[in-house]
T-cell receptor
Framework: QQQVKQSPQSLIVQKGGISIINCAYENTAFDYFPWYQQFPGKGPALLIAIRPDVSEKKEGRFTISFNKSAKQFSLHIMDSQPGDSATYFCAASNEAGAGSYQLTFGKGTKLSVIP | ETGVTQSPTHLIKTRGQQVTLRCSSQSGHNTVSWYQQALGQGPQFIFQYYREEENGRGNFPPRFSGLQFPNYSSELNVNALELDDSALYLC?????????FGPGTRLTVL
């Protein structure tokens, strides 16, 4: 079964610190790796995504690092703020046939940024 | 805001009943996917619709079915509801593989 393993399950970071969330995957056919941010009672919001042909992508305070040989990728949140407190999901997808792309999600990381 | 809307916001049903959830996709998006998110878990893929046909299905039984309409909006139907069907049901619209989620419908089965 396709799996994406995410760690840690929860994370507490001081304001201004760096939050790091890690994911590992098994299926080498995955070719798109997004991160989603979800607040309570809301749907997941696309934060940043990467393809395996690059090792790093940065958008503002958010950076994805990608290690294709290790089949791992991570999200770094620089200068973490209390407003970043949310649940973060990594995901992976590939074309499952005839233009069908299904996302396989990790189990999520609950991030709390304390002042 | 993604432009993806879902209705209703909340729904309470009893075991054995049937339910229909609705989704309007973001303008320009021709593909709709449905996901089930149990409490404290990541979303699980149910199925995807493209050009009004099912175009990929996850590990869900046939009592989960769907429709996509010519305007790309979609419905998720669940028959013979079970207690374990209680979850947040998410719709995502996409063009190719970048998926944008709606706010979800919280279904409670009693």
């Amino acid at each position: 079964q396709q799996q994406v393993k995410q760690s840690p399950q929860s994370l507490i970071v001081q304001k201004g610190g760096i939050s790091i969330i890690n994911c590992a995957y098994e299926n080498t056919a995955f070719d798109y790796f997004p991160w989603y941010q979800q607040f309570p009672g809301k749907g997941p919001a696309l934060l940043i995504a990467i393809r395996p042909d690059v090792s790093e992508k940065k958008e503002g305070r958010f950076t994805i690092s990608f290690n294709k040989s290790a089949k791992q990728f991570s999200l770094h949140i620089m200068d973490s703020q209390p407003g970043d407190s949310a649940t973060y999901f990594c995901a992976a997808s590939n074309e499952a046939g005839a233009g069908s792309y299904q996302l396989t999600f990790g189990k999520g990381t609950k991030l709390s940024v304390i002042p | 805001e993604t432009g993806v809307t879902q209705s209703p916001t909340h729904l309470i049903k009893t075991r054995g009943q049937q339910v229909t959830l609705r989704c309007s996709s973001q303008s320009g998006h021709n593909t709709v996917s449905w996901y089930q998110q149990a409490l404290g878990q990541g979303p699980q893929f149910i199925f995807q619709y493209y050009r009004e046909e099912e175009n990929g299905r996850g590990n869900f039984p046939p009592r989960f079915s769907g429709l996509q309409f010519p305007n790309y909006s979609s419905e998720l139907n669940v028959n013979a509801l079970e207690l374990d069907d209680s979850a947040l049901y998410l719709c995502a619209s996409s063009f190719i593989n970048e998926q944008f989620f709606g706010p979800g419908t919280r279904l409670t089965v009693l």
